[in-house]
C-alpha cells in the first residue's frame, strides 16, 4: 500500500508485531459498513463516478459475503482488516479500487470502525442486562415472603425476604444499563472526513456519512477524530463495574451453595461434579463469572495505560486498544448470560434460610424497636437494655423469646407480654415497611415497579 518509497519488505518480526489482523477482523462489517457510507458519499460529492461507486459497492459486498462464508483468505502481510479487504478489493473489481481511499485514512477508518463495533456491541448487551433483570424479578416475584437472613460484616443481621435481597440487584443492573446508555450517546458522533488527522482538501461532506451511519453528527474537531478513545475506555468502564455486580451476585450464590449454608441449589446444569470426590456439585459458572472480572477489570487498566503517554494525534500504540476491549466484551457478555442461566435455575430452600435467619438473636433490634415505641425508651437505652436480654438468652442457650415474662421484667419492669408479638422473623420482616424496605408487601410492590421501571418497552435503564 505503501510501495512507492520502499524497495525491500519489512522484517519477518517486524511483519509479525505490526499485525492485527489476527484480531482486527472482527471488525469487517464495520469496516465494510463505513466503506460504503465512504464510497455513496464520495459519489454524491462528485469526487467518485457513480459507475466506480457502483464497482465498489458490489465489490465490498462481494468482500463481505466472502468473509462471512468463511472463503476469504486473511493475510498477515496486509497487517490489518481496511488493507485487508482494500487488497481483495482491488484483486475483485481492479483499479477502481484505489479511489475508494480518497479523503479517507485508516486513521479516520479505524476509529469509525471500533466506534460502530462499541455501538453494536452496547446494543447487543445491554437487552442481556434486561433480561437478566427479568430473571431476576421473576425470582423475586416468587420469594415476595421467603425469609432470609440479613447481613453486614456476613454477620446474621437482620431477617429479610429472598424477594427484596435479588431486586437490590435489579437496582444495580439498572443502573449498569444506564451507564451503557451513556456511553452510547456520546460516542455517537462520526470521525470519518477527519482523514489522517487535519481533515481533508475534498470537498467531502461528513455530515452525509455520519448519517448514513445514524450518527447524531461527525466529530468537530479532526485531531480529537483520530486520537480519541475514550468511547473504549467508557466502554470497559461501565463493563468492569456491571462484572462487579455480576461477581457480587455469583460470590453469594457460591456462598448460598456451600454445605453450611444450603439456602439455594443448583440443578445439574449449572454445576459440575468432581473427579475424586463423588459427593460433589461445584457452582464454576458462578466462580468463573466472579473470576472474569479480573480480566475486565485488567482490560480498563490496560487501556488507560495504552493511552496515558500518547501525544496527539493517532499513535500506533492504539491498535492495542482492541484486544482488551474484545476480550472485556466476551467476557461480560458470557458473565450475563451465564448468570441469568443461574438466576432461573437456582432452586431456594426457604425452611433452611428461615431457619438461620431466626438463629442468633436477629430480632433484637425488633426488641429494642418494641421498647421505644411501647415504653417511650431512649434508642440508646432501648438498645442496652435489649443487649442485657441478649446476653441472659445466649447464657442460657435460647432464644429471645424462651425468656420468660419474669426474666424479661427483671431488666426493665415496664416490659408486657406483648412483646412476644414482635420477636418472630415474620413480624419482623412485615414491619419494615418503610420505602425502599423489606416487608413482603413492599416487595411485591417493588416487582411491580421494577417491571414498569426496567422492562417496559421503552425502559432503557430507567
Ligand atoms: N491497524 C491499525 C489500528 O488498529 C489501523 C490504523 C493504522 N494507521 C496507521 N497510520 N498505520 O490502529
Known amino acids: 500500500m505503501w510501495g512507492g518509497r520502499y524497495k525491500l519488505g519489512p522484517a519477518e518480526i517486524m511483519e509479525r508485531i505490526n499485525a492485527s489482523i489476527g484480531f482486527d477482523r472482527r471488525l469487517y462489517a464495520q469496516?465494510?459498513?463505513?466503506?460504503?457510507?465512504?464510497c455513496d458519499m464520495l459519489v454524491a460529492q462528485g469526487i467518485l463516478t457513480a459507475?466506480?461507486?457502483?464497482?465498489?459497492?458490489?465489490?465490498?459486498?462481494?468482500?463481505?459475503?466472502?468473509?462471512?462464508?468463511g472463503r476469504f483468505r486473511f493475510?498477515?502481510?496486509?497487517?490489518?482488516?481496511?488493507?485487508?479487504?482494500?487488497?481483495?478489493?482491488?484483486?475483485?473489481?481492479?483499479?477502481?479500487?484505489?479511489?475508494?481511499?480518497?479523503?479517507?485514512?485508516?486513521?479516520?477508518q479505524v476509529a469509525l470502525d471500533v466506534r460502530l463495533w462499541v455501538r453494536d456491541t452496547i446494543d447487543r448487551l445491554e437487552p442481556m442486562l434486561r433480561e437478566l433483570q427479568a430473571a431476576l424479578i421473576d425470582r423475586a416475584e416468587e420469594h415476595t415472603a421467603t425469609i432470609m437472613p440479613g447481613f453486614t460484616h456476613l454477620q446474621t443481621a437482620q431477617p429479610i425476604t429472598f424477594g427484596h435481597h435479588l431486586l437490590a440487584y435489579v437496582e444495580m443492573f439498572g443502573r449498569d444499563r444506564s451507564r451503557l446508555a451513556d456511553c452510547r450517546a456520546r460516542l455517537n458522533e462520526s470521525p470519518l472526513g477527519a482523514a489522517a488527522l487535519a481533515g481533508s482538501p475534498h470537498p467531502i461532506d461528513p455530515r452525509r456519512t455520519a448519517r448514513a451511519l445514524h450518527f447524531d453528527r461527525p466529530m468537530a474537531n479532526s485531531l480529537d477524530a483520530v486520537s480519541d478513545r475514550d468511547y473504549v475506555v467508557e466502554f470497559v468502564a461501565a463493563a468492569s463495574l456491571a462484572a462487579v455486580h455480576l461477581s457480587r451476585l455469583a460470590e453469594e450464590?457460591?456462598?448460598?451453595?456451600?454445605?453450611?449454608?444450603?439456602f439455594i441449589a443448583l440443578s445439574d446444569a449449572f454445576t459440575t461434579g468432581s473427579s475424586i470426590m463423588p459427593q460433589k456439585r461445584n457452582p464454576d459458572a458462578a466462580e468463573l463469572t466472579r473470576a472474569k472480572t479480573g480480566r475486565i477489570v485488567g482490560a480498563f487498566v490496560a487501556l488507560c495505560t495504552i493511552l496515558k503517554g500518547l501525544p496527539l494525534t493517532y499513535q500506533k500504540d492504539m491498535q492495542e486498544d482492541k484486544e482488551p476491549?474484545?476480550?472485556?466484551?466476551?467476557?461480560?457478555?458470557?458473565?450475563?448470560?451465564?448468570?441469568?442461566?443461574?438466576?432461573?435455575?437456582?432452586k431456594a430452600n426457604p425452611a433452611r434460610?428461615?431457619?438461620?435467619?431466626?438463629?442468633?438473636?436477629?430480632?433484637?433490634?425488633d426488641l429494642a424497636d418494641w421498647l421505644v415505641r411501647k415504653v417511650g425508651l431512649p434508642f440508646r437505652?432501648?438498645?442496652?437494655?435489649?443487649?442485657?436480654?441478649?446476653?441472659?438468652?445466649?447464657?442460657?442457650?435460647?432464644?429471645?423469646?424462651?425468656?420468660?415474662?419474669?426474666?424479661?421484667?427483671?431488666?426493665?419492669?415496664?416490659?408486657?407480654?406483648?412483646?412476644?408479638?414482635?420477636?418472630?422473623?415474620?413480624?419482623?420482616?412485615?414491619a419494615r415497611k418503610s420505602l425502599g424496605g423489606t416487608a413482603p408487601a413492599n416487595?411485591?410492590?417493588?416487582?411491580?415497579?421494577a417491571r414498569r421501571r426496567f422492562l417496559a418497552k421503552r425502559g432503557r435503564g430507567r
Open 31 to 38: 469496516d465494510i459498513a463505513g466503506s460504503l457510507a465512504h
Open 381 to 430: 437505652q432501648a438498645h442496652h437494655v435489649t443487649g442485657t436480654l441478649v446476653a441472659k438468652a445466649a447464657e442460657r442457650r435460647v432464644d429471645l423469646d424462651a425468656l420468660s415474662l419474669a426474666d424479661m421484667r427483671a431488666v426493665e419492669p415496664r416490659i408486657d407480654r406483648s412483646v412476644y408479638r414482635v420477636l418472630t422473623v415474620e413480624a419482623s420482616v412485615n
Open 75 to 108: 493475510s498477515t502481510r496486509l497487517e490489518d482488516i481496511h488493507m485487508n479487504v482494500e487488497s481483495r478489493l482491488a484483486e475483485l473489481i481492479g483499479p477502481a479500487a484505489g479511489r475508494l481511499h480518497t479523503a479517507r485514512s485508516r486513521n479516520d
Open 325 to 346: 476491549l474484545f476480550d472485556a466484551a466476551d467476557s461480560l457478555e458470557l458473565g450475563i448470560a451465564a448468570m441469568t442461566g443461574m438466576v432461573r435455575d437456582l
Open 353 to 365: 434460610m428461615r431457619a438461620v435467619a431466626a438463629a442468633d438473636y436477629s430480632v433484637a433490634t
Open 443 to 449: 416487595v411485591a410492590r417493588a416487582v411491580r415497579e
Open 51 to 69: 459507475k466506480d461507486g457502483r464497482a465498489i459497492k458490489r465489490g465490498l459486498a462481494k468482500v463481505r459475503a466472502e468473509i462471512e462464508a
Open 253 to 262: 450464590i457460591v456462598i448460598w451453595c456451600s454445605a453450611p449454608f444450603r
